[in-house]
């Protein structure tokens, strides 16, 4: 089928055809179909963003059932084009689609079978391309009898987003790291989940984007659930995605070009991401780059810097100009003027603001999440409901990452990285509620299936993974559970059947007046 075979659009002054050569020659970038891209020029499958693991001849017949446009394409034009100087038997073409279906899973029926001729393609298709179209619109539909072609002005995969929402609280934070972008190649903001460390690294990147002839390019990791998967979704970004066979063939493909590289959400892949990083900026000298995990890569060259929480009104101050001088609380009032603007400020409301951006720690995500509730319970009810914050905080973004939808679901996601030794360390510190020194963790987090030496590896790898807060700016280090994660880590705990347990322990130590604990 051909563009001169498709009924005239409405409002289009030209039409993309799906004849590979007309396509390629339309300024198409890609194609869409369901939750599938198929990049053209790098000939490269990915599923939600993430590229999907099929060799050469599968393409060739998906290329090929994709250009027929809806219509029949028999066994013999599919063999004649996929093996045009060889004969194969026609079990060799079975295997091929039998592998487009398994990488297609739930939409396996993209392809359909015509029993004894050949197969169709039969899901919608949408064109993507860097060109606006002929007559400077936006996009327009132009209905095929079994395909919907769709023009897609969009940035491809690994493009910088558009910001959103103004950033706030975040101006020392964003000069920071600047200084530390500036001085070196390889930085990572690390700290809990919720914390901002993508916003912060985006906003920055956005800013720095000038100062990068080729621009600014981010490899989104967090969908990733095999690590395998790190090289060829880094290669995407960079648009690259056949010099993914290893780091160093990428770094040649990558040549002299001088891109800042975004690594966002490395921590579940984080020894991939750490031996591409470093490979990478090895074999490329005008490489940079910068991760965001829950703890450091590790990798040569690497500087970290740890994103803190907003700055929270101290205990006792409630006047509402007051309290609104902390970034916590801007963040805070932002979100609920958005929701409901006719909030009125006063006395209480300020009291309450500032009890909201204690007990959440003055972290970003969770104080939005506070924001989205305040909608239906009011300022005033929010705060005094927060015990209980775990099940309230729950009205997330839609389009946000399944672990960013609720404040239970981002605490979960960075317990199921740990090892069980850190897992039972970590809930067994839910009964300290305030600061408590190594000494103490050993005594009370030690047992049968945790020896004391372990407490004190795994107590050092829970603050390097952003979940325990300390000090040791003093002659004795102390430790400290956030708020948040001290209501997730006591959960766990009552739920592991140790609570009665690890409280007799916790009551048995000799602790000092200033350690300021409590039996739970």
Request: proline fraction near 6%; include cysteine.
């Amino acid at each position: 089928m051909s563009a001169e075979d498709l009924p005239e659009s409405r409002g289009l002054g030209q039409l993309v055809s799906m004849d590979a050569a007309r396509l390629n020659g339309s300024g198409a970038r890609a194609l869409l179909f369901g939750r599938f891209r198929l990049v053209l020029r790098s000939r490269e499958l990915l599923a939600d963003g993430v590229p999907v693991a099929i060799g050469n001849r599968a393409l060739d017949v998906l290329i090929a059932l994709i250009e027929a446009c809806g219509e029949l394409v028999t066994k013999d034009e599919l063999l004649t084009r996929v093996w045009p100087d060889t004969t194969v038997e026609e079990n060799n073409l079975q295997f091929q689609i039998s592998t487009l279906r398994k990488a297609l899973g739930a939409d396996r029926d993209f392809i359909r079978t015509v029993s004894g001729r050949g197969y169709r393609f039969v899901a919608e298709l949408a064109v993507e391309r860097r060109a606006t179209r002929p007559d400077g619109g936006a996009g327009a539909w132009d209905q095929s009898p079994a395909n919907v072609v769709q023009f897609v002005d969009s940035p491809p995969p690994g493009a910088l987003p558009a910001a959103r929402s103004e950033l706030v609280g975040r101006a020392a934070q964003l000069s920071d790291v600047a200084a530390l972008v500036a001085a070196n190649r390889l930085v990572t903001l690390v700290g809990a989940g919720g914390i901002g460390k993508t916003r912060l690294t985006l906003e920055l990147a956005r800013r720095l984007a000038p100062s990068f002839e080729d621009g600014v390019r981010i490899a989104e990791l967090g969908p990733l659930s095999d690590p395998g998967l790190v090289l060829p979704t880094i290669a995407a970004a960079l648009e690259l995605g056949g010099a993914a066979a290893g780091p160093e063939r990428l770094a040649a493909a990558l040549g002299p070009r001088r891109p800042l590289l975004v690594l966002d959400n490395c921590e579940h892949v984080i020894d991939e991401a750490a031996a591409v990083a470093e490979a990478l900026l090895h074999a490329n000298p005008s490489l940079q780059i910068i991760a965001t995990s829950r703890e450091p890569l590790r990798a040569e060259g690497e500087w970290v810097y740890r994103v803190p929480p907003l700055d929270v009104p101290p205990e006792g101050e409630e006047a509402f100009e007051e309290v609104l001088q902390h970034s916590a609380a801007q963040l805070f009032m932002a979100r609920i003027s958005a929701a409901q603007p006719a909030t009125s400020p006063d006395r209480r409301v300020g009291a309450a603001v500032a009890k909201i951006c204690r007990q959440l720690d003055g972290v970003p995500l969770a104080l939005e999440l506070a924001a989205a509730s305040a909608a239906a319970l009011g300022i005033e009810g929010l705060a005094s409901r927060l015990d209980d914050r775990l099940s309230l905080l729950t009205e997330g973004r839609r389009t946000a990452p399944t672990r960013q939808q609720t404040l239970r679901a981002t605490l979960d996601w960075s317990y199921e990285l740990l090892s069980e030794p850190e897992r039972a360390v970590m809930r067994r510190l839910a009964v300290f509620a305030d600061d408590f020194t190594m000494e103490a963790a050993s005594a009370v987090a030690a047992g049968e299936d945790v020896a004391a030496a372990d407490v004190v590896r795994c107590l050092a790898g829970l603050v390097t993974k952003s979940l325990v807060a300390s000090d040791v700016g003093g002659p004795v280090p102390y430790y400290r559970l956030l708020e948040t994660m001290r209501a997730y880590a006591m959960e766990r705990l009552a739920e592991s059947g140790e609570l009665e347990a690890v409280a007799a322990r916790h009551a048995a130590v000799d602790f000092d007046p200033f350690q300021c604990v409590e039996a739970p």
